[in-house]
């Protein structure tokens, strides 16, 4: 069983910054890629960063230059550096990975960002 559990999410004022982690645990060989997809209230998930575990990224047009996705050396922990935030980016942010191999995708349980003043 592998688990995504994210964190970092809160209240942040527009143009603030916030960071957010998602680490995978349990059993598993390796991790294809990791990364992050956010959905507003009425919205469709939308694609937000991704990552390989080869450091290829892929970032949605709405954040490319304000966010800035990593991973930690151990290829387990996926990070979103979120700046020059807008009130737009609010949503519950959700941590997503696939395992080599099978390319069995796993989702994390969410975590809100609300951008407001």
């Known amino acids: 069983q592998v688990q995504l559990v994210e964190s970092g999410g809160g209240l942040v004022q527009p143009v603030g910054s916030l960071r957010l982690s998602c680490k995978a645990s349990?059993?598993?060989?390796?991790?294809?890629?990791m990364g992050w997809y956010r959905q507003a209230p009425g919205t469709q998930r939308e694609l937000v960063a991704t990552?390989?575990?080869?450091?290829?990224?892929n970032y949605g047009d709405s954040v490319k230059g304000r966010f800035s996705v990593s991973m930690d050396n151990a290829k387990t922990t996926v990070f979103l550096q979120m700046n020059s935030l807008k009130p737009e980016d609010t949503a519950v942010y959700y941590c997503?990975?696939?395992?080599?191999?099978?390319?069995?995708?796993?989702w994390g349980q969410g975590t809100q960002v609300t951008v407001s003043s």
């Open positions: 997503n990975a696939h395992l080599a191999i099978s390319y069995r995708g796993i």
């Open positions: 349990g059993s598993f060989f390796r991790l294809n890629d």
């Open positions: 990552i390989t575990s080869g450091g290829s990224t």
